[in-house]
């Protein structure tokens, strides 16, 4: 779904103040095609200062995306409250100078923050993504503590594995003679 609706023309701004306002839903998430976010409803606001050939964006993100638990795997929402600011200029190419400062092709002078927009929220959300404890879908969470990690080894041909009084393998008994201390 690749739309012009998340494209600026910045050669055609005017100098000065310019708001915009979108509201990021699941066909938008839907549309990214990207691994991770399934949906949600996110507020944008963009304050944009035009100042010669100089953008200044202050991005505003405010709702809750869709997304899956890292421990159960069952749908969970995490809310979305960021704010970033960007410096876009004009220059021969596209560049990201940095986080802060991108290069528009002062030919084409169009700005897309399509994927910008995504990547902001992508990154405003934590590392692990994780429902509240107690909140884990139950039947996952049993499968999950039913498997003991010796079960998880198996020897060749159902060999019976050794092990050690500090749990390892004895097959690699002889390696902690080489540890040092």
């Not at 405003?124 to 010796?150: F, K, N, T, Y």
């Amino acid at each position: 779904m690749h739309t012009d609706q998340y494209k600026l023309n910045l050669r055609t701004l005017t100098a000065g103040d310019h708001e915009y306002s979108w509201l990021l839903d699941d066909r938008y998430f839907q549309s990214i095609d990207a691994n991770g976010i399934t949906g949600g409803r996110v507020e944008v606001h963009l304050d944009l200062r035009r100042t010669g050939d100089v953008f200044s964006l202050a991005f505003s993100y405010d709702g809750v995306v869709e997304t899956t638990c890292d421990r159960c795997l069952d749908p969970l929402e995490i809310e979305v409250a960021t704010d970033r600011e960007l410096v876009v200029k004009f220059g021969q190419e596209y560049l990201e100078e940095s986080d802060e400062i991108l290069v528009v092709a002062e030919q084409d002078g169009v700005l897309d923050l399509e994927w910008l927009m995504y990547e902001d929220i992508v990154l405003s959300l934590p590392v692990q993504r994780l429902h509240e404890d107690g909140q884990c879908d139950d039947a996952m969470l049993q499968i999950i503590h039913r498997v003991e990690p010796a079960e998880l080894v198996e020897g060749s041909e159902g060999e019976t594995i050794t092990r050690d009084e500090d749990g390892i393998d004895e097959r690699w008994a002889a390696l902690k003679a080489l540890k040092r201390d």
